[in-house]
């Protein structure tokens, strides 16, 4: 496997440092040749830079995308929104040569250059494709039998789909096969693609935010989930922060939010309070509860090959 | 010097499609976000009563009606052309301005929380790039203005001839 970078982006490592430790538990557990490198700014965010200032959003992504053309590695993120805007600027660069032209000499100015040759991928769709649902069965050391978890992609984890090419962008799957193969039911509802919400809270639309995280929470609540699963920091922030916030204000709706590389790292054997899911805001422990009940249940189908073969009427 | 721009052409079609307005939720959840209207208006040359209106900075980004869209455009693209024109006018919502400023100034939208990577045993955070992004962002300001004085320079010798 090519080596790769990791591009935690500025969410995760401003407010979120636990969910850099899990990633890197996980990475770490399935020996993935993952490195840090130098030099990598925000990735930038689409919703303000590219609303402010376009050139600097293409500038600001090609130069990112550059750091790791260069060091010949790939990169691999924990945050939808990066890896998204990160290829949404990579592809816009090499349909058009022109702006490619106008991007590269101004980089050749700091002595970089933009090719995009690096692969550019989120940890989701990178476990499923690079790792293999497969392995990561073979690796766990408990499986999620018996529980029932909702997958929330994250739009930017699958669109634009011609930047990311990674699933299908209106009806994807590859999160709920890793759901699958980590023994879990994988919840079908209707609002399972609907957008998190969580931008309108970056542009001073708090209450609207609050809206769509509403939504979803009570429907997953009334499908019985037992969590829902993402692998975003904003996604997280809105469902584990703005969740905890409705909380304050008495709308108490428990739905334990769980990111991806918690869910694989507690699979894996790690504890939940090493994996630094303690520091949710939504407890987690209803989830936890559960998961020990469950595993604690028969095993699927236990009893029936005795009772099929035991002595009986027919002597 | 890397422009954005609208294609009217193509919007054109979305004021008679509106094939991707039953998926959009902000069209199905908030009041009053209805981008065929916001299309119509851009058509028709009257943008300037949409910049100071709540509804441009609703869509959520979702990339849904670029996906649905048989032209592969999307009606996305008008929210982010008002957004950008509203900015230009300083017309953004503070935490916009906030954010931006901070990108601008260190590269980043904040920096790594050096106590919390203690306490949870995380390495020392990779260097940022923040002296290079900063050098790249004045070389661009900078042939924007050489561009900008060309464009001047060109309209005066045209105005003196004349
Ligand atoms: S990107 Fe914006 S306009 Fe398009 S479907 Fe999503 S919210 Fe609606
Ligand atoms: S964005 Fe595409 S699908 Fe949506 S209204 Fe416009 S043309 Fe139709």
């Known amino acids: ?231 975003c920091p904003s996604c997280f922030l809105q469902f584990d922060n703005n969740q905890f916030l409705m909380e304050k204000e008495g709308e108490k709706l428990g739905v334990p939010i769980i990111y991806f590389t918690e869910l694989m790292g507690l699979a894996l054997g790690f504890n939940a309070e090493e994996l630094g899911m303690t520091a949710h805001r939504v407890d987690v422990t209803s989830f936890l509860q559960k998961w020990e009940a469950v595993s604690k249940m028969p095993l699927n189908g236990a009893g029936i090959d005795e009772a099929m073969n035991s002595a009986g009427a027919l002597g | 010097m890397l422009e954005a721009n609208l294609n009217i052409r193509l919007l054109e079609q979305c004021s008679r499609c509106e094939a991707c307005y039953s998926i959009c939720p902000s069209c199905r959840h908030l009041p009053g976000y209805d981008p065929r209207e916001v299309i119509k208006d851009i058509i028709a040359g009257r943008f300037e009563k949409w910049l100071r209106s709540k509804s441009i900075w609703q869509c959520l980004e979702c990339h849904y009606c670029l996906e649905m869209c048989y032209q592969h455009y999307g009606f996305e693209n008008a929210m982010t052309a008002l957004r950008a024109v509203a900015a230009k006018r300083g017309l953004h919502p503070p935490q916009v301005k906030r954010g931006w400023d901070m990108f601008a100034k260190t590269g980043r939208l904040g920096e790594p929380a050096l106590p919390a990577r203690k306490k949870f045993g995380l390495p020392e955070p990779a260097a940022g790039g923040a002296e290079e992004f900063k050098k790249l962002h004045a070389l661009l300001k900078a042939k924007r203005s050489e561009k900008e004085n060309e464009k001047q320079r060109a309209k005066g010798q045209k105005a003196e001839r004349t």
């Open chain 1, 1 to 231: 496997m090519k080596e790769f970078a990791v591009f935690w982006g500025c969410t995760i490592q401003t407010r979120f440092p636990f969910l850099e430790k899990s990633t890197r538990m996980v990475l770490k557990e399935f020996n993935l040749p993952f490195r840090d490198i130098d030099g990598f700014t925000c990735c930038p965010e689409k919703s303000l830079v590219n609303n402010v200032d376009h050139a600097a959003f293409t500038l600001t992504g090609a130069r990112n995308v550059a750091l790791v053309d260069e060091a010949g590695l790939d990169l691999v993120s924990p945050c939808t929104g990066c890896v998204s805007n990160l290829a949404t600027v990579k592809s816009g660069l090499k349909a058009d040569p022109r702006e490619k032209g106008e991007v590269n000499a101004l980089l050749k100015e700091v002595g970089r250059e933009f090719t995009g040759i690096a692969n550019l991928s989120h940890l989701v769709p990178f476990f499923h494709d690079a790792v293999g649902a497969h392995k990561i069965r073979q690796k766990i050391k408990r499986n999620f039998a018996g529980m029932k978890l909702a997958a929330h992609y994250g739009c930017h984890m699958i669109r634009p789909g011609y930047a990311l090419r990674n699933d299908d962008p209106l009806d994807p799957k590859k999160f709920d096969n890793l759901m699958t193969a980590l023994g879990a039911e994988s919840l079908q509802f209707p609002t399972k693609l609907m957008c998190c919400g969580q931008g309108l809270d970056r542009v001073d639309q708090h209450d609207n935010a609050l809206y769509f995280a509403r939504l979803k929470l009570k429907e997953l609540k009334a499908v019985g989930a037992d969590a829902l699963v993402l692998c």
